[in-house]
């Protein structure tokens, strides 16, 4: 059964509700609470607010297993601000078929904002401010594929093992949208590193 919302009155807007798994700043909830930081104090005190971090709080939802924090999507687009975000754990570049096999608790979000690494929730975020990333359901193997060489020097595999196998698995990756992702979002390494072994294709 869905847990009711928690229906907190304001004479001047009945029927305010703070709804279980949403985010908000407190700068949004002054309008409705005069004593606002007084009014939010008391709400965490009582199980119907949790704090994420400064200025941000959240309605925890409840679960078989207890309370749990809310969507990481909504807790990052509140803490920005914006939805124009990628969140991404560098565990999916295992899913290009290359002896990738470490796993990351580490969750990254490419934005045009935020840097720096903030805990939301009990949860650690490294944000990255990148100029430009695609969206949700345009990343594909081609776009992983430029990303895991960008980040190259952060992985925990064997960095030369791991260029011998992308240069021979090259021709499994559709040429076109590769060729797309390194122009859109390849730094300059990865740019000198296609280019190469383009010419040595071809050579």
Do not use: I
């Amino acid at each position: 059964m869905k847990p009711p919302d928690l229906e907190l009155f304001h004479p001047s807007k009945p029927g305010f509700r703070f709804r279980a798994g949403q985010v908000y700043r407190r700068k949004d909830l002054v309008e409705y609470f005069p004593s606002v930081d007084r009014d939010l104090g008391r709400f965490v005190q009582e199980g119907k607010l949790c704090k994420a971090s400064q200025g941000l709080y959240y309605v925890p939802k409840k679960t078989p297993f207890g309370t749990a924090p809310p969507a990481e999507q909504a807790l990052v687009a509140k803490f920005l601000e914006d939805d124009r975000f990628l969140l991404f754990n560098p565990s999916s570049y295992n899913s290009l078929g290359l002896g990738t096999t470490q796993l990351y608790n580490t969750t990254v979000v490419y934005n045009h904002k935020r840097h720096g690494k903030f805990k939301l929730a009990g949860m650690e975020f490294d944000f990255r401010e990148k100029p430009s990333f695609p969206r949700p359901k345009q990343v594909n193997r081609e776009f992983l594929l430029v990303d895991m060489l960008n980040n190259l020097d952060q992985l925990a595999e064997d960095h030369d093992q791991v260029l011998q196998r992308v240069q021979a698995k090259l021709p499994t990756f559709d040429a076109v949208r590769l060729q797309k992702a390194v122009k859109a979002y390849g730094s300059a390494r990865t740019r000198r590193l296609m280019s190469a072994w383009e010419a040595a294709a071809h050579g």
